[in-house]
C-alpha cells in the first residue's frame, strides 16, 4: 500500500508550485532516446529532450538586473515568458546515478549531453536568444523589448566585416563567431542614416562609403542594389579582403538577452529541487545531490557572468550551482547587454573586458571603480560555488587574460579566494592541441602559419574535472593552485618575452601578436562593471590601452610556469600561444586564438646547417629509450600531482614508445 505524502513534504510541494508561478511553468519532453553504448557500471543512457517555458517576475531583485526585462511583454500575471531548449543524458536505471549534474553550457548553441561511466547526469540547454532555432542546436526564444506606447526601442548597433570573399558583392549582417546569428534589423533601409566606413589595417579613420555605393540589400541574384533585405550588405563593385568594412545604424527591436541566465538558473534549480507535476515533470526527480557548471571559451565566459551578476542564487534563495569549472574564458560574455552580441570574441570594438574580471577583492583604481569581484554578489548571498578555473597560453595573448590576475594597472597580484583554484596550462593554443608525438606537425590552422600547436591540455582538464566532483562531493580538496604570477617572477611584459625569443630562422617573432586591452568609452548607460545596460557610441572610442603581461619564457621559447603536460616537459619543438595570419585583412599580425608550434632539428648537424639556436632532439634525448623514459617520468610527476589520471599517463607513454622520435639514431 503506498504511504500518503507527509505534511512536510506535501507543504514543500505547494511551496514549489506557488514558486514556480515566476520560474518553470512547463516541461515538454519531446523525445526519450537510448545513447549508444553502455557506460562501465552506469550501464545504458537514454537522452531526454525538450522545451520548456519559463516566467519572470521583473519586480524580483534576482531579476532586475536584466536589461530591459521591464521593457518586455508581460502575461495576465504580470509575468515575463521565455521559453529554452534541452537535452538531458541520465542513467536509464536511475539507482546507477551517481547524484551528480553537469551543466555543460554550449558554446554558441553547440553542445552533447553525453553518457558517463561515473553515472554522473549531463545536462544543456539554450540560453543565447539571438541564436536562430534549428536541428541540434540549443536555443532560447526570449521577448523583444518595447516602449509602454508600443513604439519599438531602438539604438545604435555596429558590424564589422573582415576578410569578406574577394568581389563578394553581398554579405549577411551577423555578428560574433559563428555563421547564421544575424544582427538586429535596421530601423530603416535607407543608408543616408548609416554609414559604412572601409578601413585599411593600419587605418584607424577610413574612409566613407558613399551611401549611393552600398545598399541594405541582396546582391546574389540580382545587381546592384539587388533585392532590398535588413539581414544583408550590398556594395556597388564588390568587397575587397584586403580592407574591413565598418558598418553602423540604428537598429529595432532588441531581443532581451540577458534572459538567458534567469533561463539556466531556474531549469537547474527545478532538476535539482522540484517535485514535478503533471505539466511540469521532472525527468530526475530527487536525484540530484550536488550540481557543477562547465563551460569552454564563450560558455566559460557566460559561467563568469552568470556568477558576477548573483544567478547562482535561485528564487527561493537556495544556491543553484555548487561549483563552476569555467574553462579558456578570460571576459565576461556581453550577453545582458541591448543590442548585445554574446557570441563576439575579443576583437575590435566588442564588449567583455571591461568590467569585473577577478575572482579576489580587488581595487580598480585605475578604471576609478572601488573594491569589487565577481563574487561579490553571490558572497553577499552566501551563494557562491567552489571555482576550479583552467586556461592556457592563448588565453594570454589573443583572449586579454592580464587584468583577470593582476588588474588594469598591472602592478600586484590579486589573491585568490579560498573556494577557487586556479590552473594555468602553458604554451597551449586555446582548447588545447592534438596531442602525441608526431614528428610532422600538424598543418596551420585556418589562415594562420606556422603549423598549429600540438601540446594538449584536455588530459590535465580531465583530471581535474574529477578533482572538482571529489571536492563537491568529499569535500576532499583539489591540487593547490598553479599558476604565473608577478611574486615569483613568472609574469613580464610581451616586450620582454619577444626580446628573450630565440631567434630562429624563418621563424616568426611574437613582436605586435598581443591582443592589446583597449578601454572604450561605451556611452553614460554603459554598465562597465556588470557588462550591462546600453552602449550608445558604436564605435566606441577608444580611451587609451591598458599594460598587458604573459607568461615569461625559456630558452626554447616554451613557458616555465603553471602545469606543464608531459609533452611540453619533453618537447619536441617551441609551443607557442600565438600565431600568424597568413593573408588577408590582418595579414602579418596575430589570428585570432591560435597557438603555433616551431619544431626542433632531429639531429645536431641539421640544427648547425640551418643556425637554430635551440638543442637538437639528438641533443636532448640521445636515444628513443631515453626520450620515452622523460615523457615516463613527467607522466609519473603528474599522477603524482593530481594533474593527470593514471589511464591517461599509461596512453602518452604509449603514445611516446610507439613515435619515430629518435627510432634511427636508437638503431
Known amino acids: 500500500m503506498r504511504c500518503a505524502p507527509s505534511l512536510t513534504a506535501l507543504a514543500a510541494a505547494l511551496a514549489w508550485a506557488s514558486a514556480g508561478q515566476a520560474e518553470v511553468v512547463r516541461v515538454d519532453i519531446e523525445s526519450r532516446t537510448p545513447i549508444p553504448g553502455t557506460f562501465g557500471e552506469a550501464g545504458a543512457y537514454e537522452l531526454v529532450t525538450g522545451r520548456y517555458l519559463g516566467e519572470l517576475d521583473p519586480r524580483d531583485a534576482r531579476n532586475a538586473i536584466i536589461t530591459d526585462l521591464a521593457l518586455a511583454p508581460r502575461n495576465a500575471r504580470g509575468r515575463v515568458e521565455y521559453s529554452a531548449t534541452f537535452a538531458l543524458a541520465k542513467p536509464l536505471d536511475m539507482t546507477r546515478a551517481s547524484g551528480v549534474l553537469f551543466y555543460d553550457t554550449p558554446n554558441r548553441g553547440n553542445g552533447v549531453a553525453r553518457g558517463d561511466p561515473d553515472g554522473h547526469l549531463h545536462l544543456i540547454s539554450g540560453w543565447q536568444g539571438d541564436i536562430p532555432p534549428a536541428a541540434g542546436v540549443q536555443s532560447a526564444t526570449v521577448p523583444v523589448a518595447r516602449h509602454p506606447d508600443g513604439s519599438p526601442v531602438t539604438g545604435p548597433v555596429l558590424v564589422r566585416i573582415v576578410d569578406p570573399p574577394r568581389g563578394a558583392t553581398s554579405v549577411p549582417l551577423t555578428g560574433?563567431?559563428?555563421?547564421?546569428?544575424?544582427?538586429?534589423?535596421?530601423?530603416?533601409?535607407?543608408?543616408?542614416?548609416?554609414?559604412?566606413?572601409?578601413?585599411?589595417?593600419?587605418?584607424?579613420?577610413?574612409?566613407?562609403?558613399?551611401?549611393?555605393?552600398?545598399?541594405?540589400?541582396?546582391?546574389?541574384?540580382?545587381?546592384?542594389?539587388?533585392?532590398?533585405?535588413?539581414?544583408?550588405?550590398?556594395?556597388?563593385g564588390g568587397f575587397d579582403p584586403t580592407f574591413a568594412y565598418e558598418l553602423t545604424y540604428t537598429a529595432k527591436d532588441p531581443p532581451v538577452l540577458g534572459v538567458g541566465f534567469a533561463a539556466v538558473r531556474d531549469l537547474v534549480a527545478f532538476l535539482r529541487d522540484a517535485p514535478g507535476a503533471a505539466d511540469t515533470p521532472n525527468p530526475v526527480r530527487g536525484q540530484v545531490r550536488w550540481t557543477i557548471a562547465t563551460g569552454v571559451s564563450q560558455s566559460g565566459n557566460f559561467l563568469r557572468s552568470f556568477i558576477h551578476l548573483g544567478f547562482n542564487q535561485a528564487e527561493d534563495g537556495r544556491r543553484v550551482f555548487d561549483a563552476a569549472v569555467p574553462q579558456i574564458a578570460a571576459r565576461q560574455v556581453p550577453l545582458n547587454l541591448r543590442f548585445g552580441v554574446p557570441g563576439g570574441a575579443a576583437n575590435l570594438y566588442e564588449p567583455g573586458s571591461d568590467g569585473v574580471l577577478w575572482w579576489g577583492m580587488h581595487d580598480a583604481a585605475a578604471r576609478g571603480r572601488g573594491r569589487t569581484s565577481l563574487l561579490a554578489r553571490c558572497d553577499a548571498s552566501a551563494t557562491c560555488p567552489r571555482i576550479v578555473e583552467i586556461f592556457g597560453s592563448a588565453e594570454f595573448w589573443g583572449l586579454r587574460m592580464s587584468p583577470d590576475l593582476v588588474g588594469f594597472d598591472a602592478k600586484a597580484d590579486i589573491p585568490l579566494p579560498r573556494n577557487v583554484r586556479r590552473y594555468y596550462l602553458p604554451s597551449v593554443t586555446h582548447g588545447g592541441g592534438s596531442g602525441g608525438f608526431a614528428l610532422a606537425p600538424p598543418p596551420p590552422p585556418n589562415g594562420c602559419s606556422p603549423p598549429a600547436?600540438?601540446?594538449?591540455?584536455?588530459?590535465?582538464?580531465?583530471?581535474l574535472i574529477q578533482?572538482?566532483?571529489?571536492?563537491?562531493?568529499?569535500?576532499?580538496?583539489?591540487?593547490?593552485?598553479?599558476?604565473?604570477?608577478?611574486?615569483?617572477?613568472?609574469?613580464?611584459?610581451?616586450?620582454?618575452?619577444?626580446?628573450?625569443?630565440?631567434?630562429?630562422?624563418?621563424?616568426?617573432?611574437?613582436?605586435?601578436?598581443?591582443?592589446?586591452?583597449?578601454?572604450?568609452?561605451?556611452?553614460?548607460?554603459?554598465?562597465?562593471?556588470?557588462?550591462?545596460?546600453?552602449?550608445?557610441?558604436a564605435p566606441p572610442p577608444i580611451r587609451r590601452e591598458a599594460p598587458s603581461l604573459v607568461p615569461r619564457i625559456d630558452a626554447d621559447g616554451n613557458e616555465t610556469s603553471g602545469v606543464r603536460s608531459a609533452q611540453l616537459q619533453a618537447p619536441l619543438g617551441t609551443y607557442l600561444g600565438w600565431n600568424v595570419q597568413a593573408q588577408g585583412h590582418g595579414a602579418g599580425q596575430a589570428c585570432?586564438?591560435?597557438?603555433?608550434?616551431?619544431?626542433?632539428?632531429?639531429?645536431?648537424?641539421?640544427?648547425?646547417?640551418?643556425?637554430?639556436?635551440?638543442?637538437?632532439?639528438?641533443?636532448?634525448?640521445?636515444?628513443?629509450?631515453?626520450?620515452?623514459?622523460?615523457?615516463?617520468?613527467?607522466?609519473?610527476?603528474?599522477?603524482?600531482?593530481?594533474?593527470?589520471?593514471?589511464?591517461?599517463?599509461?596512453?602518452?607513454?604509449?603514445?611516446?614508445?610507439?613515435?619515430?622520435?629518435?627510432?634511427?639514431?636508437?638503431?
Open 592 to 667: 585570432g586564438f591560435q597557438g603555433g608550434f616551431i619544431p626542433f632539428a632531429t639531429t645536431k648537424a641539421e640544427r648547425l646547417a640551418t643556425g637554430d639556436p635551440r638543442p637538437s632532439l639528438e641533443e636532448r634525448y640521445g636515444t628513443h629509450d631515453r626520450f620515452v623514459a622523460h615523457v615516463r617520468a613527467a607522466a609519473d610527476s603528474l599522477v603524482r600531482e593530481g594533474f593527470l589520471l593514471p589511464r591517461d599517463a599509461a596512453r602518452i607513454v604509449g603514445q611516446a614508445e610507439a613515435s619515430s622520435v629518435l627510432v634511427r639514431a636508437s638503431r
Open 467 to 537: 578533482a572538482t566532483v571529489a571536492w563537491v562531493r568529499y569535500d576532499t580538496p583539489p591540487p593547490a593552485s598553479r599558476y604565473p604570477t608577478l611574486a615569483n617572477g613568472d609574469l613580464v611584459p610581451p616586450e620582454a618575452v619577444a626580446a628573450g625569443f630565440p631567434r630562429i630562422p624563418g621563424a616568426p617573432s611574437p613582436t605586435g601578436k598581443l591582443n592589446p586591452l583597449l578601454i572604450y568609452d561605451f556611452g553614460p548607460r554603459f554598465r562597465a562593471d556588470d557588462l550591462s545596460g546600453v552602449i550608445d557610441k
Open 453 to 463: 600547436d600540438p601540446n594538449p591540455s584536455s588530459d590535465t582538464v580531465r583530471a
Open 176 to 236: 560574433g563567431l559563428g555563421a547564421g546569428v544575424p544582427r538586429p534589423e535596421p530601423l530603416s533601409l535607407d543608408t543616408r542614416k548609416a554609414r559604412l566606413v572601409r578601413k585599411h589595417r593600419d587605418d584607424t579613420r577610413g574612409a566613407v562609403v558613399a551611401a549611393r555605393d552600398w545598399a541594405f540589400g541582396d546582391c546574389r541574384r540580382a545587381p546592384f542594389p539587388g533585392a532590398p533585405d535588413p539581414h544583408r550588405l550590398c556594395l556597388k
